[in-house]
């Protein structure tokens, strides 16, 4: 059984950064497609960024620029860098795993990924 555990988050002022990270309990973290999804109060959740095990990286249009997700396979953590964060960025967010790859156009789907953590909350201030 895959265990994920996200930290990092926090409160922050409109244009602070944050950086969340999500440590896995498996041996073969490396073969696993990481991504981090969100989700607001009264609204769905959504993939905001996704690794696969090759290191092919998916960002959503809405973080790009701002928002950097990389892995380290000998230390099984993910890690997501927020910069420039807004309002709108305010929402829990979740560290997520699916053994073997995605195909580049539904990484973002949660019906994918089979491991979630239990979240980690990200509130931005104006």
């Known amino acids: 059984e895959v265990q994920l555990v996200e930290s990092g988050g926090g409160s922050v002022q409109a244009g602070g950064s944050l950086t969340l990270s999500c440590g896995a309990s498996?041996?073969?973290?490396?073969?696993?497609?990481m991504a981090w999804f969100r989700q607001a109060p009264g609204k769905e959740r959504e993939g905001v960024a996704d690794?696969?095990?090759?290191?092919?990286?998916s960002y959503i249009d809405s973080i790009k620029g701002r928002f950097t997700i990389s892995r380290d396979n000998a230390k099984n953590t993910l890690n997501l860098q927020m910069n420039n964060l807004k309002p709108e960025d305010t929402a829990m967010y979740y560290c997520?795993?699916?053994?073997?790859?995605?195909?580049?156009?539904?990484?973002?789907?949660?019906?994918?990924?089979?491991?979630w953590g239990q979240g980690t909350q990200v509130t931005v201030s104006s």
């Open positions: 498996v041996y073969t973290y490396g073969r696993f497609t």
């Open positions: 997520a795993a699916r053994l073997g790859m995605i195909p580049g156009d539904i990484w973002a789907a949660p019906t994918n990924y089979d491991y």
């Open positions: 690794i696969g095990s090759d290191g092919t990286i």
